[in-house]
């Protein structure tokens, strides 16, 4: 049975940091390309970013690009979310996913396998 969960959510001020993490199993990790997205109150689901199989090569929507980075590590099979400079609008619910090897349209939800159920993220002003 694959499970992904993630931690690390909270609430955290504007400029703030924090880091989420992604825990695998029931899954070949390194088979699967993994991405976050997020929800936020009221909104459609949105593409965060997603890193490769390899590590090698990460992708970022334009909200997040620069002030978010992804990395992975093969031997906890685990995928972190680094998000530094954060604004109010960045508060969401935050899920990982795991796409096989790395589906064209990485940044589109229905590419991805299997998902996590989730952890808030609330930015004050």
């Known amino acids: 049975q694959v499970q992904l969960v993630e931690s690390g959510g909270g609430l955290v001020q504007a400029g703030g940091s924090l880091r989420l993490s992604c825990a695998a199993s029931g899954l070949t990790f390194s088979n699967y390309a993994m991405g976050w997205f997020r929800r936020a109150p009221g909104k459609e689901r949105e593409f965060v970013g997603a890193?490769?199989?390899?590590?090698?090569?990460?992708y970022y929507a334009d909200s997040v690009k620069g002030r978010f980075t992804i990395s992975r590590d093969t031997g906890k099979n685990t995928v972190y979310l680094q998000m530094n400079s954060l604004k109010p609008e960045d508060t969401a619910v935050y899920y990982c996913?795991?796409?096989?090897?790395?589906?064209?349209?990485?940044?589109?939800?229905?590419?991805?396998?299997?998902w996590g159920q989730g952890t808030q993220v609330t930015v004050s002003s």
């Open positions: 890193i490769n199989r390899g590590a090698g090569m990460t």
């Open positions: 996913a795991a796409a096989y090897f790395w589906p064209a349209k990485i940044d589109v939800g229905d590419r991805y396998n299997y």
